[in-house]
């Protein structure tokens, strides 16, 4: 008799759970509490045009989202494109991203160019990533680097990231960011990055027909209230008050959730989901008539803009009007966060008009916000040790979410391919 088999959430590594499982012969089915699968990667109708609510972009060494969208007979839909990042420091947007615009980048000297250069290129370069794991992130980077360069490139993009975190971050998880950029170079002055024709919507429908396609469920606006646990073993889950028999469950909702949706594991593991932290954003998403920059992704280091960047999507994918996406990042507990959508909006349209001074008020077509609360967890020195097993001591459960594929940063590849090796797992 075939296994009753759960997953809870429609994220990217939701989804992958159940392509495996249902191409591998099994009928799982998903709960999802939001009307879309997606989670992060769920898009949204923006005036016409269906984009996701945060940004996403691929990188040529993405190789299990690739791997996908071969198997789904999609790959043709995949595009890669040249793209620039650019700098605002001392209130000019300066080239960056590549040797010549670290030689020419106005604000440093010559040996805080070298030092930074050389530890970008060697970051690439590195495989071992477990001696970095217990090592703090911000001390490693100026070591390297050097105080001066630290000042200028590095230090707000952790403090309008992190804020108190920032000095007590992994140097693991900061150098597996470093690398999956760098490792996005074609050559020393060119990087490539990549996109979908119809966005991650399109890899989301594809994921989703398949699995219905092969006898799997997935259930939207369905949230789980408990997983049902007795005598060390999972017996089911209780949804809209109904309880429901599943063998095996397959959490991938965010980390905190756990310790509501399963009370009833050992006090010790509920005590390590408790101890995580999680960053969460405020993304404000414009749409302008104009463009902002020829730049994909802008730097910023300016005290009067508490972002650490803005990404200009549509100099990656082409779309009808110019989209650019404003990160606000902060731990979910910053009184920021309760700050209204009005106030964010507001500093968007005050600093694009900042980069580019030829904008104006006529140029914004349309301009929202998104909130997500647990958006990226924050990984601390030693957070190997500190984070939770996938599989529980208990019969029949498993528990992810992005943190599980730690150093690297949180992506669509890196949860599709933990996705599907979990699913191996759960029916080895």
């Known amino acids: 008799m075939s296994e009753r088999i759960a997953v809870l959430g429609a994220g990217p590594m939701g989804l992958a759970v159940a392509y495996q499982l249902a191409r591998d012969g099994h009928q799982p089915v998903i709960f999802e509490a939001d009307d879309r699968v997606g989670g992060m990667t769920a898009s949204f109708d923006f005036g016409g045009i269906q984009i996701e609510r945060y940004y996403h972009f691929h990188c040529t060494s993405d190789a299990d989202f690739l791997t996908v969208l071969d198997e789904l007979g999609l790959a043709s839909k995949m595009h890669w494109t040249q793209t620039r990042m650019g700098y605002w420091f001392n209130k000019r947007l300066q080239a960056w991203g590549n040797p010549v615009a670290l ?12 030092r930074y250069g050389l530890h970008a290129f060697l970051c690439t370069r590195r495989t071992d990533w477990a001696p970095l794991d217990h090592v703090e992130a911000s001390g490693w980077i100026r070591r390297w680097v050097g105080a001066d360069a630290y000042e200028v490139l590095w230090r707000k993009l952790f403090d309008y990231k992190f804020y108190h975190y920032a000095d007590n971050l992994s140097a693991a998880w900061i150098w597996s960011r470093i690398r999956r950029i760098g490792r996005s170079r074609y050559s020393l002055m060119r990087e490539k990055l990549g996109y979908l024709d119809g966005g991650s919507s399109t890899l989301l429908a594809g994921l ?19 997983i049902v646990i007795e005598q060390g ?8 008050g109904e309880r429901l028999a599943f063998d095996k469950v397959v959490s991938t909702v965010p980390l905190p959730f756990v310790p509501r949706l399963a009370p009833d594991l050992p006090e010790d593991i509920l005590a390590r989901f408790r101890a995580l932290n999680n960053i969460a954003v405020v993304c404000v998403i414009a749409k302008l008539r104009r463009r902002v920059s020829e730049n994909f992704w802008v730097n910023t280091n300016d005290p009067e803009m508490d972002i650490p960047g803005i990404v200009e999507y549509t100099n990656l994918r082409p779309m009808d009007a110019h989209i650019v996406y404003v990160p606000f990042y902060m731990p979910g507990e910053h009184p920021k966060y309760a700050e209204p959508d009005a106030l964010f909006i507001d500093k968007v349209r005050r600093y694009l008009m900042q980069i580019n001074p030829t904008l104006v ?68």
């Open 103 to 114: 030689l020419r980048f106005k604000g440093l000297g010559l040996v805080a160019k070298f």
């Open 208 to 226: 989703h027909a398949d699995i219905v396609q092969h006898g799997g469920q997935v259930r939207l606006s369905s949230p789980v209230q408990r």
């Open 233 to 240: 073993k999972v017996r089911g889950l209780e949804v809209d």
């Open 361 to 428: 008020e006529a140029d914004f077509i349309d301009i929202r916000a998104s909130r997500y609360r647990h958006a990226q967890p924050i990984c601390e020195p030693g957070f190997l040790d500190r984070l939770p097993p996938r599989k529980l001591p208990v019969e029949g459960l498993w528990v992810a979410d992005t943190s599980h594929y730690y150093p690297e940063d949180r992506g669509i590849s890196e949860s599709i391919g933990f996705g599907r090796m979990m699913a191996r797992e759960v029916v080895a």
